[in-house]
């Protein structure tokens, strides 16, 4: 398909923000290419992704700051939560959405306690981040769970 007869890409640089609304192209777009398409495009690659670059924070910052090893459980159980997610499990991107959703809730809330305003926008943005990946590689295989045409091997 030349370049001109290709169809405009929708602008979807606010997705995140309001990450329960998917876009039907991206979507469309994600089932269409989804063997093909590379780790950082798809939506269960960039799950993975932002798991391994939260736990990789993570990690630095305990070791930088306040030596919490508890830190240690935390960015293991998300790091397998992303790769569960990247191969395909719909229970761990629930329980990823579930438990991000507690910890960033945790987190504003212990900084309102302590008194020390540091960023909530910054822990608002993060959780948008990783709910609306999470969210899309969700309706992702749910939408090949239901259509028969594009996952055939699981209705055989």
Not at 19 to 26: A, G, L, S
Not at 51 to 72: C, K, M, P, Q
């Amino acid at each position: 398909m030349s370049e001109a007869a290709k169809p405009a890409r929708k602008n979807r640089s606010g997705n995140w923000i309001f990450w329960w609304m998917v876009d039907p192209t991206e979507l469309q777009e994600q089932l269409e290419h989804y063997d093909t398409l590379k780790i950082n495009r798809s939506a269960r690659g960039i799950c993975l992704l932002l798991f391994v670059g939260s736990a990789i924070l993570t990690v630095a910052l305990t070791e930088l700051i306040n030596h919490d090893r508890l830190a240690y459980i935390d960015a293991t159980c998300f790091l397998a939560l992303g790769v569960f997610i990247f191969f395909r499990q719909r229970w761990a991107m629930l329980l990823g959405m579930a438990l991000w959703t507690l910890e960033k809730v945790t987190q504003l809330v212990l900084m309102v306690q302590s008194g020390h305003y540091a960023n909530p926008i910054g822990i608002v943005i993060f959780w948008s981040i990783f709910m609306h990946a999470m969210y899309l590689a969700f309706r992702v295989e749910q939408a090949r769970r239901t259509s028969p045409q594009l996952n055939p091997s699981i209705f055989d």
